[in-house]
């Protein structure tokens, strides 16, 4: 039994090492011509195309510089061996010399020359390129490479899988690559966020399918609800011409505020604070890194004008402090999608101002730094500041 069970065996192993092995892949190949003869050169690359056509190893030949014009970069990237054509005039003839090697990794795997004497045959003999023919399986077995199929939005640029390369318009491209191996890729999509990730090819290959997510458009527009020195309720509009620049008109209202540090200061008897006063301005803001993180730091510069409601009715500008300036840093933060919230922090200058009205009403400065001088030329009433003022909020993008 134990003999019959030997000789099954036997019989299976050898029917197995009988199987024929697998036919290697037919490859892509890029030829680089170089002579000093430019007829010669072109009638050379014809037979040599012939020559090289007849074998079954060979999918399709390309010359280099000239496949681009096919399909952009993609045709290069997707020829596995690459034949480097130099020709040469010596006494005894010419002299065709090449290197054959992966274009995988670039390394030159196999070289070979032939002289064709002037009685020899023309170049359009293709039987002329025989060794070289001949050469290629020998090449081939040397290239441990399998193939990576990409498939990807057309005219995607894609870098760290062999060569770069665009995608053609098919949107897919089979490309030869070392084996076993792990790639890190990039993808650029025109109109889509960049795509990046990796791709690990063994044996039998693998194929890689990068997304398109293509780019929202930019909310222009948004709207602020903030607090003004914490304590005074504000509201802006802005319109962003661009993602770095924003542009914004705020009213601020001092008819209803908190007064909590005063208050706790016995200076005013409310935990409230009113006056007939209206801030209105307009400002641009900027972001030095915008889309670049949740968390987004600015500068900005508002010019404003204040506004009083005199007791007979109507509306006039305010005497003591009648306009200011307001430059500012900024700090947002987008938790979630379209809302942020927002702390900036500045001074609020008055060229034209009353300093010591300003210093009276200003009450107790609770930690303010209050600063000005008298007038700058005759009739001048002199000029004020005050730093920190600081202004909270949510911020909206419609």
């Known amino acids: 039994m134990?003999?019959?069970?030997?000789?099954?065996?036997?019989?299976?192993?050898?029917?197995?090492?009988?199987?024929?092995?697998?036919?290697?892949?037919?490859?892509?190949?890029l030829v680089t011509l170089s002579g000093q003869d430019a007829g010669a050169v072109a009638d050379a690359y014809a037979s040599l195309s012939t020559g090289l056509a007849s074998s079954p190893l060979v999918l399709a030949v390309y010359v280099s510089g000239q496949a681009a014009s096919e399909d952009g970069q993609s045709i290069e990237a997707m020829c596995r061996l690459f034949i480097d054509l130099r020709l040469t005039r010596t006494e005894e003839g010419e002299t065709a010399s090449w290197g054959i090697g992966s274009r995988v990794d670039g390394n030159e795997l196999i070289r070979g020359e032939a002289v064709r004497s002037s009685s020899s045959p023309a170049w359009s003999d293709a039987s002329f390129w025989q060794p070289l023919v001949d050469a290629i399986p020998e090449a081939l077995a040397a290239i441990p490479a399998d193939t990576i199929i990409v498939r990807a939005k057309a005219g995607t640029e894609v870098s760290g899988i062999g060569v770069d390369f665009s995608m053609p318009p098919s949107g897919e491209i089979e490309l030869p690559v070392d084996i076993p191996a792990l790639y890190s890729w990039n993808a650029r999509i025109p109109g889509a966020y960049p795509e990046s990730g990796s791709a690990y090819v063994k044996?039998?290959?693998?194929?890689?399918?990068?997304?398109?997510?293509?780019?929202?458009?930019?909310?222009?527009?948004?709207?602020d609800s903030s607090f003004y020195s914490f304590a005074f309720p504000a509201v802006s509009a802005s319109?962003?011409?661009?993602?770095?620049?924003?542009?914004?008109?705020?009213?601020?209202?001092f008819f209803i505020g908190l007064s909590l540090t005063d208050a706790a200061a016995g200076f005013y008897p409310s935990l409230t604070y009113s006056t007939g006063l209206v801030q209105s301005g307009l400002g641009a803001l900027w972001y030095p890194i915008a889309g670049k993180g949740k968390l987004q730091p600015y500068?900005?510069?508002?010019?404003?004008?204040?506004?009083?409601?005199?007791?007979g009715g109507?509306?006039?500008?305010?005497?003591?402090?009648?306009?200011?300036?307001?430059?500012f840093v900024g700090l947002e933060w987008s938790r979630i999608r379209d809302l942020g919230v927002f702390l900036e922090l500045g001074a609020a200058i008055y060229p034209v101002a009353d300093r010591d009205f300003m210093l009276a009403s200003a009450g107790d400065a609770s930690g303010r730094l209050l600063f000005g001088g008298g007038g700058l030329f005759p009739g001048h009433p002199g000029w004020f500041g005050e730093f920190p003022i600081a202004r909270f909020g949510l911020r909206l993008k419609l």
């Open 2 to 29: 134990k003999r019959i069970l030997a000789l099954v065996a036997a019989l299976c192993l050898a029917s197995l090492l009988a199987l024929p092995a697998e036919a290697p892949k037919p490859v892509r190949v």
């Open 203 to 223: 044996e039998g290959g693998t194929s890689l399918d990068i997304p398109y997510r293509p780019l929202t458009p930019a909310k222009r527009w948004s709207i």
């Open 239 to 253: 319109y962003s011409p661009s993602p770095s620049w924003s542009l914004r008109a705020t009213i601020t209202q």
């Open 299 to 311: 500068f900005g510069l508002d010019l404003f004008l204040r506004l009083i409601f005199p007791d």
């Open 314 to 327: 109507g509306i006039a500008i305010e005497p003591i402090a009648p306009f200011g300036v307001a430059p």
